[in-house]
């Protein structure tokens, strides 16, 4: 299996601009996962989702994200308008089943530069 | 105070040399998680453990749950192993996991 795949793996946009993030996770897994990390804070979970449904989008900073999974194999974060503090790398992870108690694998990440 | 706080927070090494990580917590877990990541690149689940042991190659973690403590122990360290470590908590039915800040580890040749 190739893995989670995110595109693109770098993005270097300016502020204002609508900015879209890719993941495939891997086939058969039935959660997706969207983590942001940054220097100060880490890793958070932004959304997750089960089945394509989303679980729990408390995560999400505020109404300038958004996320869809129209099918099993493809999600979105879109980010509009984009703003300087949404610089950071953007990571999807899948998983087999629900709950957190499942290995995730992750993608590559999306590394995201706003000027 | 932080739900799972990861020790030492940098660490260097050298080559061969056998290399401790520590991770405790606070809360009620189901799962403690080992994650790696290589700078600028990224994260692999290395181990999800809920009780005992579990080996992979030179590494090798465990967990006490009733001391809330989790140990990364890697043998014969290589710098290749050079990378961020971080611990993770899940609960069960909550899917969230809980993330240590993460600890540098560098093996020098």
């Known amino acids: 299996d190739a893995g989670v795949i995110q595109s693109p793996r770098h993005e270097v946009t300016e502020m204002g601009q609508e900015v879209t993030l890719r993941c495939k996770p891997i086939?058969?897994?039935?959660?997706l996962f969207w983590y942001r990390q940054t220097m100060m804070r880490g890793l958070e979970l932004l959304i997750y989702?089960?089945?394509?449904?989303?679980?729990?989008d408390s995560g999400m900073p505020e109404d300038r994200f958004s996320a869809k999974m129209p099918n099993a194999s493809f999600s979105t974060l879109k980010i509009q308008p984009s703003e300087p503090r949404d610089s950071a790398v953007y990571f999807c992870?899948?998983?087999?089943?629900?709950?957190?108690?499942?290995?995730?694998?992750f993608g590559p990440g999306t590394r995201l530069l706003v000027l | 105070k932080n739900e799972v706080e990861q020790s030492p927070q940098n660490l260097t090494a050298q080559e061969g040399e056998f290399i401790t990580i520590n991770c405790s917590y606070s809360?009620?877990?189901?799962?403690l998680h080992w994650l790696q990541q290589h700078p600028g690149g990224g994260i692999v689940s290395l181990f999800m453990?809920?009780?005992g042991k579990k080996k992979h190659g030179r590494l090798i973690a465990t967990i006490n749950i009733q001391e809330k403590h989790s140990s990364l122990h890697i043998t014969a360290s290589h710098p290749r192993d050079s990378a961020v470590y971080i611990c993770?908590?899940?609960?069960?039915?909550?899917?969230?996991?809980?993330f240590g800040k993460g600890t540098l580890l560098t093996v020098n040749p």
């Open positions: 992870a899948s998983s087999l089943g629900q709950g957190a108690d499942e290995t995730q694998y």
């Open positions: 086939s058969g897994h039935n959660s």
């Open positions: 989702f089960n089945n394509n449904v989303p679980i729990d």
């Open positions: 809360v009620g877990i189901s799962a």
């Open positions: 453990l809920s009780s």
């Open positions: 993770a908590l899940s609960g069960g039915s909550n899917y969230k996991l809980t």
